[in-house]
């Protein structure tokens, strides 16, 4: 089997995988498409033309998947982000909630005397 048809067998599982992407089963979905595309840079290293007809076709319906898979995953990292910020954000807030006077600033004082 040649190179093109490796790669675009690769990349119509990894579009198929990233489309099924949802919160729940997000970690280990991430973890196939990281083999994916690592099995998937070997053999595009390896992909040199001349190329027939039918392996143009490929070429051009995988440079399609490709910008799908790209949004997808922009997407997917754009979640992570998210969910990152908010975390940190509720820690924050528990901590805050735990001991209100923390973090206090003391930069200034004002004293009032009265004659």
Known sequence: MSSVR???SITRQLYETVSG????????????IEKML?????????????????EYLM?????EW???IDRTLIGLRNDIKRDMNGL??????VKRYANPYENMQHDGMFYDKKK
């Open 6 to 8: 490796l790669c675009h």
């Open 21 to 32: 992407v949802d919160d729940d089963n997000r970690e280990a979905i991430i973890g196939k």
């Open 88 to 93: 940190t954000k509720k820690k924050t807030n």
């Open 59 to 63: 070429g051009k319906q995988m440079m």
């Open 66 to 68: 490709n910008r799908a």
């Open 38 to 54: 690592e099995e998937r840079q070997i053999l595009l290293e390896g992909i040199r033309p001349p190329f027939s007809a039918e």
